[in-house]
């Protein structure tokens, strides 16, 4: 398994305080993570394809990925990166 990505110089905190909020049930896109880790799409699909995102597929066909807040939490909390206002104090 290759080496996880180093995000903590391109991390918007204030995106991801948002993303991993535990007041929202609402499941995540690809798109959103990106856009909050600073990094591509491509990037995001290939930590989910290496098993350190736990996603799901909706849809028909080949679907949509997505992934739930507390997988994103969890996903985070290994990395050691920081989410602010104690997200993730559990």
Request: net charge positive; no cysteine.
């Amino acid at each position: 398994m290759p080496a996880p990505v180093d995000f903590t110089e391109t991390a918007n905190t204030a995106s991801i305080s948002t993303l991993a909020d535990y007041a929202s049930d609402e499941p995540l896109k690809v798109r959103q993570i990106a856009r909050a880790l600073g990094v591509s799409d491509d990037t995001v699909y290939r930590e989910i394809q290496d098993g350190r995102l736990v996603s799901y597929r909706v849809g028909r066909g080949r679907g949509m990925i997505r992934v739930q807040r507390s997988a994103f939490r969890t996903y985070l909390k290994a990395l050691g990166i920081p989410i602010g206002l104690g997200v993730l104090t559990s």
